[in-house]
């Protein structure tokens, strides 16, 4: 049995990992296949009628869909506040403020101005939203099996942040082409006004390279901004059902659960802005300027520079991330995926820490 305070300490601390020895305990053996879909899912629901078996090819595929939709729909709909946010960052002398980049925007262009680059954003986040959403599944699955599950109980914030940097490595891969045709249309007045015109005028002159050169700021950008966006939604989901919500999830209306998660994803999203902020201001300068590297622009914006625009992105982002983990978890409602429960320490963990007979 150990002492009372390093059991408090063990089940009140969200996020380090845990610095003791468990005590041995004999525990029938379970297969691999039997125990694979039921870590972080343990009570995935037996009693709810679910359409599909969590972890199955149908249960990722939709997943993936609900991705494509909750990233294509959103970042399409905010296109003219990431228009002016991202003119304020690359042309800070003439765009003064959010307000002031509206106006100069709609008298220079008109309304539909503002909706330019609207195109390759659907495309593009569409594509990362399938693989953001789709591969943090798997990998959240694949390396809970290789943890066990105790471990995944204990390390399950290290566990998240591995997954979704993983999902989000490969989602950066297919958004990264749609991006600087994206940022080339709304930061380069009179270079083009559409996808098609953008693509091929960008590959005449600087080749294949010119989609691809921005994919290691996106890295920098998209990895820390994922890793916040699914580790701090996890975590704040477990604490709303834990401390805010005055009942437990099981007993929650589907739309009161989707409450929970659109709150989650809103106080994700603004940290999400916070953190991955100065590597969107080299993205966007660095998809503007002919030639420049990351380290050149980093250099040209200095420690003020990477900061223009905070405000507006985290009103974006912050909107953004919790529609979009409102319309996922509404699509997996709608396809009746199973949506596990915020996770709970293992009977035999409880065990081994004395915390049960």
């Given at each position: 049995m150990y002492p009372a305070t390093l059991t408090q300490l063990a089940r009140a601390n969200p996020f380090s990992a845990p610095l003791f020895t468990l005590q041995k305990v004999e525990e029938p053996q379970h297969s691999l296949h039997g125990s694979r879909s039921r870590r972080l899912a343990a009570a995935a629901t037996a009693e709810e009628d679910v359409s599909c078996e969590f972890g199955s090819s149908k249960y990722y595929a939709l997943c993936g869909f609900g991705g494509i939709l909750s990233c294509g729909l959103t970042h399409t709909a905010v296109v003219p506040l990431d228009l002016v946010k991202c003119r304020l960052q690359v042309n800070p002398d003439k765009y003064k403020s959010i307000g002031n980049g509206f106006s100069v925007t709609v008298r220079e262009d008109g309304v539909r101005g503002l909706a330019k680059g609207w195109a390759p954003t659907f495309i593009g986040y569409s594509m990362q939203g399938l693989c953001k959403f789709g591969f943090y599944e798997v990998f959240k699955i694949l390396y809970s099996d290789l943890l066990g599950e105790e471990n995944t109980y204990l390390w399950r914030t290290s566990l998240y942040l591995a997954a979704s940097a993983s999902a989000e490595f490969f989602a950066d891969i297919a958004l990264a082409p749609m991006e600087a045709v994206k940022v080339r249309i709304q930061t380069q007045p009179g270079y083009a006004n559409t996808l098609r015109e953008c693509v091929p005028k960008m590959f005449a002159e600087e080749g294949l390279w010119a989609f691809y050169k921005g994919v290691v700021p996106l890295w920098m950008r998209q990895i820390p901004y994922t890793m916040m966006k699914f580790a701090c939604f996890e975590r704040t989901v477990e604490m709303l059902y834990k401390y805010v919500v005055p009942k437990p999830r099981s007993e929650c209306s589907k739309s009161e659960q989707l409450v929970v998660t659109f709150v989650a994803g809103y106080i994700a999203g603004v940290f999400c802005a916070i953190v991955s902020h100065p590597a969107d201001s080299v993205v966007s300068v660095l998809n503007k300027e002919k030639g420049s590297t990351a380290v050149q622009v980093l250099k040209k914006?200095?420690?003020?520079?990477?900061?223009?625009?905070?405000?507006?992105?985290?009103?974006?982002?912050?909107?953004?991330?919790?529609?979009?983990?409102?319309?996922?978890?509404?699509?997996?409602?709608?396809?009746?995926?199973?949506?596990?429960?915020?996770?709970?320490?293992?009977?035999?963990?409880?065990?081994?820490?004395?915390?049960?007979?």
């Open positions: 914006l200095g420690p003020k520079g990477v900061w223009k625009g905070l405000i507006a992105r985290i009103i974006m982002i912050g909107t953004l991330t919790a529609l979009q983990w409102f319309i996922y978890d509404s699509v997996k409602v709608y396809f009746r995926l199973p949506r596990p429960p915020p996770p709970e320490m293992p009977e035999s963990l409880k065990k081994k820490l004395g915390l049960t007979e």
